[in-house]
């Protein structure tokens, strides 16, 4: 079984600044692919970044990033000189297993105060 | 990235009618598509994951009478909520699987909304 932990409901930041979302998780297979998705109030869910657990490197997409932490299970989502359009909501998901499944968290709520 | 269309995008029904919601690729060939509800503020739950010219994979606890998974074309997978109730408002939303290299993205629709009065 795969488990995505988000410990945070809700977070602000200042329009301009970066700002951390955490994501911990939890999976017995050795290989899978952690996800981050955006989903405004319109209720589209946007793909932002992914990160496969054998990648080396942390995954970047324009303002985007990806702190892949793997010894501590963890993926944070950076995002770095926030603006009004990324008030929405986060999700952090796992995908793996023989039928790559993705598991979600319950998500954070960003708000971005100019 | 790539584009998954849904529809309709909102849909109001009377109790014990039955709602179909369509979703398409626009752009590419789906070989497997995903159903997901998500009631408000809460995360969003796998429902049933549907392969082309085979039977949908329901998660455990899904009706699969109750949700019925039709994917008769690479582009194209419905969902029927059948005899529906007040119960079954939710937000539906589905997804279709890309592969890129050794990745399997999931690219979503926007997702249709259904109120059963």
């Known amino acids: 079984a795969q488990k995505i932990t988000q410990t945070q409901p809700g977070m602000f930041v200042q329009e301009k600044e970066a700002v951390t979302l955490d994501c911990t998780y939890d999976?017995?297979?050795?290989?899978?692919?952690l996800f981050w998705y955006k989903q405004p109030s319109s209720g589209e869910m946007i793909f932002l970044i992914y990160?496969?657990?054998?990648?080396?490197q942390n995954a970047t997409e324009g303002r985007y990033s990806l702190n892949f932490q793997k010894a501590r299970k963890s993926a944070n989502l950076v995002i770095s000189a926030s603006q009004l359009g990324d008030s929405a909501m986060y999700f952090c998901a796992i995908q793996g297993g023989s039928n790559y499944k993705l598991t979600f968290g319950k998500g954070t709520l960003l708000t971005v105060n100019p | 990235g790539a584009v998954v269309s849904q529809h309709p995008s909102w849909v109001i029904c009377k109790s014990g009618t039955s709602v179909k919601i369509e979703c398409r690729s626009l752009d590419f060939q789906a070989t497997t598509m995903f159903w997901y509800r998500q009631f408000p503020k809460q995360s969003l739950m796998l429902m049933a994951t549907?392969?082309?010219?085979?039977?949908?994979?329901?998660e455990q606890g899904v009706e699969k009478d109750k949700f019925l998974i039709n994917h008769a074309s690479l582009t194209l997978s419905t969902l029927t909520v059948t005899s529906a109730h007040p119960e079954d408002s939710s937000f539906y939303i589905c997804?279709?699987?890309?592969?890129?290299?050794?990745?399997?993205?999931?690219?979503f629709g926007p997702g249709t909304r259904l109120t059963v009065l």
């Open positions: 990160q496969g657990s054998y990648d080396q």
């Open positions: 997804s279709a699987r890309v592969a890129s290299g050794s990745t399997l993205t999931q690219y």
């Open positions: 549907s392969n082309e010219g085979s039977k949908a994979t329901y």
């Open positions: 999976t017995s297979d050795p290989s899978y692919g």
